[in-house]
């Protein structure tokens, strides 16, 4: 009977220390809820930010008073801004909806989170560089065609050099700009996420 007893001591043990391990793994996965609750919060806001901006820019041509050739040129730069914008918001929305649908309990699936959210952040960078370039263009056929003397004066006065060296500085501050703005959104819950992953597979 000691024997026995002391076997049934020795299992009790060895199931408590198991119990513990699994405790401490959830607890790192139930910690990783609140990154991932945080970015899915801002991507909902998100979503509502840049879809008020698409509003807003209908009205543009209107408080700027474009010329009819401008208003065609414009609108039709609208439209292809909406069709990248169109793409990232439904590649977005698939895996917002995807991400609800998933078990968080589990590593594999908080490191699908994980990469499919690094992915949707590069997606998001991209678009914002398309969408400053369409602009820069039609900021160029705007000087062209509403203020060709203002523009002729400009190019007369400035070389082509120093223009270039401002377009390529604008660009690089918007990219500075993106890249922070991308981090305070997403990045620095992304890095959280992936703390946690990085401990479950240490252990």
Known sequence: MVMNFDDLKKEWN?????GSN???????????????DKIRAKMKHEFFYQLAFLVFMVFIPFIAEFSVALNQLYFMTYAIICGFTAYYFLKFYRFYKNSYDMSMDTRKNILWFYYEMKLNIELYKALTYI?????VGFMSAYLLIEKATVFAKI????????????????????????????????????????????ELDYE
């Open 14 to 18: 060895a199931e408590t220390t198991e």
């Open 131 to 135: 969408i400053v370039f369409i602009i």
């Open 155 to 198: 190019l007369t006065r400035l070389s082509i050099v120093y223009i270039l060296l401002n377009c390529f500085i604008t660009v690089l501050i918007i990219g500075l700009i993106t890249e922070l703005w991308a981090w305070y959104c997403y990045g620095k819950y992304l890095k959280q996420v992936k703390k946690v992953v990085d």
């Open 22 to 36: 699994i405790s401490s793994d959830m607890l790192k996965i139930k910690q990783s809820h609140t990154p991932i």
